[in-house]
């Protein structure tokens, strides 16, 4: 068994969730690797040492980005000492990019100063083809090799002082069950119509949205009040949720590990933008996104957005597979009125025609996602 000492850093729940299976990878290609660095719950499970908490990097919009400058430089040198102490066999940044690129790019000026180094690499690419398609030109500034998860992805970073590899995205690992059977297991009769409020997983995203989910929740009830209305909260978001939402108002809380027989009961959701509405097309759940920013970035939005390509099964697909409304082109009233059009007409059959196209465009392989990144990392070590 080879053995391996990874830094590894992932600040927020979907990070902590990718580096659980990356972790698993490594142990599925006979790699014995003590892990170190900045991660959360999923990771600890696995055997990984959280030196600092993954909450520490957690902020939402441009705003409080810039109010958190000098915490996250002090957090960035911390973790530098510590590498350049203990010097790990490889460096891996999860996710997190604000922070992630500034810190690598930190990091590989003090290993060249120390003339020592190791492979630096980073899995997620910034999303370039939706948000500032100039950001490309700064990953090769900082990492010596990027991983990403959708093969479109490729053509954005190709360049000649950064490696780059697909190694697909874990989702299309899942096994999703039928609507039937996700019914019976979340207890909601067959002829019930069913809407999903997806309001994100941080808590800004779900103080932005949760409050018009809510009112377009009570307003499909009350157009329909047979509907059922289910909400999956992650732990880590779950006691703020259950704050926001009082009994009266009829919506059943979930927990998160019931997320893919929720999305697959669903008749239409209410969707936050982000990794969820690939899962939610992988589910074959119709339904819209949304999005509204902070006000420094609303008024950056149109010098950084290219919209088409803001919700990522339209990106991977080429399709609009969900509509997108961003900041104020939607309120709880439209949402309810885009809510109840889609559940008098949802088209299931081919919202789950899709999915079949979408899984087999970002499939890791044969092994799936979490040995395709261990390969990759034992590559990178090999190329060093």
């Known amino acids: ?47 990984f040492t959280a030196r600092h908490s993954m909450d520490e990097l957690t902020i939402m919009g441009l705003g409080q980005a810039l109010t958190s400058i000098r915490r996250l430089s002090q957090l960035a040198d911390n973790l530098i000492e510590m590498i350049m102490a203990e ?28 003339g020592w180094s190791v492979p630096v690499v980073h899995l997620v690419a910034p999303t370039v083809w939706a948000w500032g398609r100039w950001r490309a030109k700064t990953v090769a500034r900082s990492v010596d090799h990027l991983l990403c ?31 039937a059977s996700a019914r019976k297991t979340l207890n909601i009769p067959s002829d019930s119509p069913v809407l999903v409020l997806l309001p994100g997983s941080r808590k800004k995203e779900i103080e932005t949205l949760l409050p018009e989910m809510r009112i377009a929740a009570r307003a499909v009830r009350r157009d329909m009040p047979s509907c059922q209305v289910l909400l999956p909260a992650a732990e880590t978001v779950r006691a703020r949720i259950d704050e926001m939402i009082p009994r009266s108002d009829g919506i059943r809380i979930i927990s998160g590990e019931h997320l893919r027989f929720a ?122």
């Open 149 to 179: 998860l959708f093969p479109f992805e490729l053509p954005y970073f190709r360049d000649d002082w950064l490696k780059v590899t697909c190694v697909g995205h874990p989702a299309a690992d899942l096994t999703w069950p039928d609507r």
């Open 263 to 384: 999305l697959a009961a669903a008749d239409f959701g209410l969707i936050c933008s982000g990794t969820v509405t690939l899962e939610s097309a992988l589910a074959g759940m119709p339904g819209a996104v949304y999005y509204r920013g902070d006000a420094l970035a609303h008024m950056l939005q149109p010098l950084l957005v290219q919209r088409e390509n803001i919700v990522l099964p339209n990106a991977i697909t080429g399709e609009e597979i969900y509509p997108l409304y961003l900041n104020r082109e939607f309120d709880g009233a439209k949402m309810a009125g885009t809510a109840l059009e889609g559940l008098r007409g949802a088209n299931k059959s081919r919202a789950i025609s899709q999915r079949t196209d979408l899984a087999a465009k970002i499939k890791s392989g044969p092994d799936g996602f979490g040995v395709a990144v261990a390969r990759a990392l034992l590559a990178a070590l090999r190329a060093d």
């Open 87 to 114: 010097r790990p066999d490889l460096v891996l940044t999860i996710d997190s990019k604000g922070f992630s690129f500034r810190f690598a790019r930190r990091l590989r000026k003090r290993m060249a100063e120390a």
């Open 1 to 47: 068994m080879k053995k391996m000492s990874v830094f590894m850093l992932a600040g927020e729940s979907s990070g902590d969730r990718l580096g659980e299976a990356i972790l698993d990878g490594l142990a599925d290609c006979d790699v014995s690797a003590q892990a170190w660095g900045v991660g959360g719950p999923a990771m600890i499970s696995k055997g």
